[in-house]
Nanobody, 129 residues
Framework: KVQLVESGGGSVQAGGSLRLSCAAF????????LGWFRQAPGKEREGVAT????????YYADSVKGRFTISQDNAKNTVYLQMNGLQVEDSAMYYC??????????????????????WGRGTQVTVSS
């Protein structure tokens, strides 16, 4: 089973930037839907962005559109989430998840967490004012 490891979280001031990484280890496939999710204390896990590997098409939640960018480096088996213009409300634990069954069309609709079979353990992002 593929293992996902997130990194790159930290503490920044509002307006700052971070780049999260999601590295995949073990068996994997070239076609996948990878999503970044976040979960703040007391809140449900929410989708932030997805990328479909076949054509690198990306989709973003409205709350991060224009500020976050998801990208993939297939040679490194890594997907990135560049986060600019961070806001206090972006503070959360960030997780990446991958699934090899989700279609391109569905991947672009920001599938809910239950659709993903493989998850990382998360990386904490804290934004202070």
């Amino acid at each position: 089973k593929v293992q996902l490891v997130e990194s790159g979280g930290g503490s920044v001031q509002a307006g700052g930037s971070l780049r999260l990484s999601c590295a995949a280890f073990g068996p994997s496939y070239s076609i996948y839907c990878l999503g970044w999710f976040r979960q703040a204390p007391g809140k449900e896990r929410e989708g932030v962005a997805t990328v479909y590997s076949g054509d690198a098409s990306a989709y973003y939640a409205d709350s991060v559109k224009g500020r976050f960018t998801i990208s993939q480096d297939n040679a490194k088996n890594t997907v990135y989430l560049q986060m600019n213009g961070l806001q206090v409300e972006d503070s959360a634990m960030y997780y990446c998840a991958v699934d090899y069954v989700i279609s391109r069309t569905y991947c672009q609709q920001l599938p809910p967490p239950r659709q993903y079979a493989n998850w990382g353990r998360g990386t904490q992002v804290t934004v202070s004012s």
